[in-house]
């Protein structure tokens, strides 16, 4: 029989969460404004809640490989969901901490990525590709 804590313990390792936060950024890129939240004046964002305080660092660092969708046009690409993503601990919650941590503006890999991605990104931005909107949202 497994133990709870066992259960439990394994939702507070970031290795675990990356599916999650993976969804979360395609939604905040895109799949927000196909759903009941595009009637709302401001766009969503998610707030992490970790259980320890130490756990923050771990699921940012985490996240910075993960939150990676682009919403494009010409002359511009914002990685939505690394704006909208925020990291705390309970412990700042109770002691109204309003601390929030964040991943880097831009993903830590963007130098890695293979020219064609660049290349892809760098169309996006100058508007030389383009789909029937008006924005690009890659993933």
């Given amino acids: 029989m497994a133990s709870r804590t066992r259960a439990f313990d394994r939702m507070r ?9 993976r969804r979360y950024d395609w939604f905040l890129a895109s799949g927000w404004r196909e759903s009941r939240y595009a009637s709302l004046d401001i766009e969503p964002a998610a707030l992490i809640v970790c259980d320890e305080e130490r756990q923050v660092e771990a699921f940012v660092s985490a996240a910075d490989g993960h939150l990676s969708a682009v919403v494009a046009g010409p002359g511009r690409v ?3 969901g690394r704006e909208q993503v925020g990291f705390t601990s309970w412990a ?9 941590d964040q991943v ?3 993903p830590s890999d963007m130098m890695r990525r293979s020219p064609q991605e660049r ?4 169309a996006l931005v100058n508007g030389t590709q383009r ?4 924005e690009q949202i890659a993933a």
């Fill in 13 to 21: 390792r970031p290795s675990k969460q990356l599916e999650r936060l």
């Fill in 78 to 80: 914002d990685f939505v």
């Fill in 92 to 100: 700042r919650v109770l002691e109204a901490d309003d601390r929030v």
């Fill in 104 to 106: 880097r503006a831009r």
């Fill in 119 to 122: 290349a892809r990104l760098k």
């Fill in 131 to 134: 789909d029937d909107g008006d």
